[in-house]
């Protein structure tokens, strides 16, 4: 999933464009020219990795394989680099830069994102001809923008009806932000859809109807929260979320300022109600039932991850574990990090669990009370003895004796 790093810390100052840093650990990453040739700082090329992590290549397709997974130059014999298709450049001071795509992939919240796969989906609603979708920046944000040609006789869809179209085989961040419809698709000389001569979308137009102002006080908090995360001058009370632009992610914000004024919203609420009147309806009407929140002991049933994990009796499940290596600023207050590791074990019910196969070919989990006594969570030792610690602490844990977590220091 990642490469490449780039640590901030607090004070420092955030460019516009933020680097993506260095290669991780036992990751290489070069930039290279279409002969394969190093660029020097300052020079774009395309960036391609290579080092432990590496996948194999594409399940069932020799092809992509081949034209993505190249023979490492640079690397021990036999080894491969990946061909991302993003193209970078060094900084003087050795970090990677973001320039573009090589190709016509865009990139989005994160996510790579084919713009193609989109249109194929748009031109399968009947009363699309043609469709090409493009990223525009937006307030500061990347949007996805779709064009539209009619088929023959076809009126304009509803925005709504299109997004639900879209949003029955696609996530929510490659549904596009707005729809416009255009007599046809300009074209450059070579036949290529020409991106600079499409009109710019209204951001705005994501309402279905004539404004409504708010009327109710509910109403009115709401509208003025969309409004300043959406980034427009007014909301209106059938106003859809996702057609003004929103997404997952402002959604949290959205639930997050509502609740600090008081509403009862979860994020999946806003998916299911997404205008201000059917929100401001469901306010407190769907949210959850709050469980006990006392320690958990005793008996408790698998839960379904848990199942899928252990159901198949894998041979080495308590190595089936995650460690991160920390380094301290200064010196470490052992019994301060004690008191808090145990701390965390007491109030965690699932960090005290400990599972037991059964003879019928299940599996059964008990959690010891709170008030048990901890075990030793946290190991002081010698530095030079690292390596061997660690590889101790991943074959010391045990599902049926506990602890699920532990510390060297």
């Not at 004796?401 to 532990?406: D, E, R, Y």
Request: no cysteine; proline share 9%.
């Amino acid at each position: 999933t990642f490469a490449t790093r780039r640590a901030f810390r607090a004070g420092d100052p955030l460019p516009a464009v933020l680097p993506i840093g260095r290669p991780l650990d036992d990751t290489r990453v070069y930039v290279l020219d279409a002969e394969l040739q190093p660029q020097p700082p300052g020079i774009p090329g395309e960036l391609y990795i290579a080092g432990a992590g590496l996948a194999r290549g594409y399940a069932g397709r020799p092809g992509a394989t081949a034209a993505r997974y190249l023979a490492d130059p640079f690397g021990p014999p036999g080894e491969r680099m990946y061909r991302t298709g993003d193209i970078v450049r060094w900084s003087v001071e050795g970090e990677l830069h973001f320039v573009g795509r090589a190709d016509d992939q865009i990139k989005i919240r994160g996510f790579r994102v084919e713009p193609a796969e989109i249109e194929a989906r748009l031109t399968a609603h009947p009363a699309v001809a043609e469709a090409v979708v493009s990223l525009y920046q937006d307030a500061g944000r990347k949007r996805l923008a779709a064009h539209l040609v009619l088929a023959p006789g076809a009126e304009v869809p509803a925005a709504a009806e299109l997004r639900a179209h879209l949003a029955d085989g696609l996530p929510d961040y490659m549904l596009p932000a707005a729809f416009v419809t255009v007599s046809e698709l300009p074209l450059t000389g070579n036949g290529k859809v020409d991106r600079r001569r499409l009109p710019a979308p209204d951001w705005g137009a994501g309402a279905e109807s004539a404004h409504r102002a708010p009327s109710t006080e509910t109403e009115r908090l709401l509208a003025g929260i969309w409004a300043e995360l959406l980034g427009v001058e007014r909301v209106g009370v059938d106003d859809n979320f996702f057609m003004l632009g929103g997404d997952s992610i402002l959604s949290i914000q959205v639930v997050s300022r509502a609740r600090a004024a008081g509403l009862t919203l979860t994020p999946r609420d806003l998916f299911r109600h997404p205008t201000v009147a059917e929100l401001a309806a469901a306010d407190g009407s769907t949210a959850p039932a709050v469980t006990g929140t006392a320690p958990v002991s005793g008996a408790a049933d698998l839960t379904p991850i848990q199942h899928w994990f252990l159901d198949p009796r894998p041979e080495h499940a308590d190595f089936f574990d995650q460690s991160v290596l920390i380094e301290a600023a200064g010196p470490v207050d052992e019994d301060a990090l004690r008191r808090a590791l145990t701390a965390l074990w007491t109030r965690h019910d699932a960090l005290r669990a400990r599972f037991t196969a059964v003879a019928d070919g299940t599996w059964r989990q008990d959690v010891p009370a709170a008030d048990a006594p901890a075990p030793d969570l946290l190991q002081v030792h010698d530095p030079r003895a690292e390596e061997f610690v660690t590889a101790a602490a991943h074959a010391g844990l045990r599902l049926d004796t506990g602890p699920l977590f532990t510390a060297r220091l």
